[in-house]
């Protein structure tokens, strides 16, 4: 038999095989991997295994070649399994590891130390972070009570606090060691493990919570201490910006009036030391504290003031001093008039009367043009001041001026009206006794009213009154009568009965 008498054979044998591997239907449908419209690969290899041919697959066999036919079954066989459909792998691989003694991975009494750590360590953070909050907190009032307050309560609670920061830093480090030394989100963590970290945990977080109340505690000790300094820090913006401020008003002021052709030094002057005042309330109470601050705020704003207003009234001072130069020049040379009048008003005294009437009066017609003479130069002093713009020696000498003007004007009138009393008490002498007396009887009404003895401070000095009167008037007979001593004889009588009166009417008026 030759190969093209075997070939239809073969041929015949193939296409039976072929055949009934076609036959086979396609079970997984077309949406499976792998359909498309002719059979599976995986169904055409199984139809090929032993058990899945027909008859025609065994002729097929028996008609091969020696030696092919074991050939292509063996490559069958690696295709069959590489070829194998995943679903079916994927079920198979649990099976595979199923069996007995399997463990439980999550579940039971270790995961609920898990959880029971876990919830110790958030209480333990939210205790932390409640602490570090008040601490903060606390903080900031510590120091606004150690920016104001240096008095021994604001050191000791200074001192308090730090001890209590000592005592806050001891429960954090507990807490965060606690939280380093055991990581409870880790796989295999043990039971024992997570229950000894609950426990430190836990009691990290009752030394948290402890301290937190002795904090709270110390904070609400502080009130008026807090309350103080708050008041103070309140205090210290405003007063720095009205000390600004009027330092402000006081250049504006100085300016005006150098405007208007004053030059001000000594204001200028003035406001010049205050730059290193000002320099100092920049700086701040950081620098300086709050109490040195404010204090320095109110000496700035009271010069402050004072200057501008200073400025302010200077166009009006100078004016002012303009017309004292002009009434005091008149004054002086009125008083130049009078006192060359003194001497023959001394004359008349010295020719009728006594020696004693008139010899006190000897030196007012020098002293009086001494006087005159000084207050003139003076006035060309306070001029001159007055045109270099010396406000404060202008006003010094017009103030010297007036009162040298004063005391001649004084001495001037005495001798006057000396002789014009002296000729009263001269004509009648009776007037000038019947007022004393009636002040004196007054003075004694007064004293006996309500009473049947007088009382013996008021008595007394009211029965010496009356001698001494008698004895002035005593004074009067003569040929040449002392009658200037007469007169402030009945002067001092007057003075000591109305002494008298003002102190029974103060006694009676403070017992009503």
């Given at each position: ?93 649990p099976a595979a590891f199923a ?288 045109d270099e713009q010396h406000w ?92 200037w001593h007469f007169l402030t ?24």
């Amino acid at each position: 038999m030759t190969a093209t008498h075997t070939r239809p054979e073969a041929g015949a044998g193939g296409s039976s095989a072929v055949e009934s591997v076609e036959s086979v239907p396609d079970t997984r449908g077309k949406d499976a991997p792998g359909a498309g419209g002719k059979g599976l690969p995986g169904a055409r290899v199984m139809s090929g295994l032993p058990g899945a041919r027909g008859q025609g697959g065994r002729e097929a066999r028996g008609r091969s070649a020696p030696g092919r036919g074991g050939r292509g079954q063996g490559a069958r066989d690696v295709l069959a399994l590489v070829l194998l459909p995943v679903p079916l792998l994927v079920a198979v691989l649990p099976a595979a590891f199923a069996g007995g003694g399997t463990r439980r991975w999550f579940g039971g009494r270790g995961e609920s130390q898990r959880a029971e750590a876990q919830a110790a360590r958030d209480a333990a953070a939210e205790a932390f972070y409640e602490l570090d909050t008040a601490q903060r907190d606390l903080q900031i009032s510590i120091e606004t009570i150690n920016a104001v307050d240096s008095s021994p309560r604001g050191r000791k609670a200074a001192e308090d606090f730090a001890a209590l920061g000592r005592r806050i830093d001891e429960v954090s480090h507990a807490y965060i060691t606690a939280v380093d030394a055991h990581d409870l989100d880790r796989d295999d963590l043990e039971p024992s493990v997570a229950s000894r970290a609950r426990t430190e945990l836990t009691r990290a977080k009752d030394d948290l919570v402890r301290v937190k109340g002795e904090l709270d505690r110390f904070g609400q000790g502080l009130g008026t201490l807090l309350g103080s300094a708050e008041t103070q820090l309140a205090r210290l913006a405003p007063a720095v910006e009205r000390a600004r401020q009027a330092l402000l008003g006081a250049s504006n002021a100085l300016d005006a009036v150098r405007a208007a052709g004053l030059r001000a030094d000594e204001l200028a002057a003035r406001l010049a030391a205050l730059a290193p005042e000002l320099t100092k309330l920049n700086q701040g109470a950081g620098k300086h504290g709050v109490a040195e601050t404010l204090q320095r705020a109110d000496v700035v704003l009271r010069d402050a003031e004072s200057l501008r207003a200073e400025a302010e009234r200077l166009p009006e001072r100078a004016a002012e001093i303009d017309r004292r130069l002009v009434s005091l020049r008149t004054r002086a040379q009125a008083l130049t008039t009078r006192t060359s009048s003194v001497e023959p008003v001394l004359s008349e005294l010295r020719r009728r009367f006594s020696a004693a009437c008139w010899q006190d009066l000897q030196p007012v017609p020098e002293q009086a043009a001494v006087n005159v003479r000084q207050a003139e130069e003076k006035l060309a002093e306070a001029a001159k001041a007055r045109d270099e713009q010396h406000w404060a020696d202008a006003t010094s000498r017009l103030s010297t001026v007036r009162a040298l003007l004063n005391a001649t004007d004084e001495a001037v009138s005495a001798a006057g009206d000396r002789l014009q009393r002296l000729d009263a008490v001269a004509k009648d002498p009776q007037q000038e006794i019947e007022r004393t007396r009636f002040a004196v009887r007054d003075a004694q009404r007064l004293a006996m009213a309500g009473r049947h003895t007088p009382d013996p401070r008021h008595a007394r000095p009211l029965d010496d009154s009356v001698a001494r009167l008698d004895r002035a008037i005593a004074g009067l007979e003569g040929r040449h009568p002392d009658y200037w001593h007469f007169l402030t004889e009945t002067e001092a009588v007057r003075q000591t009965a109305a002494r008298v009166v003002s102190d029974i009417r103060e006694e009676r008026g403070g017992g009503a």
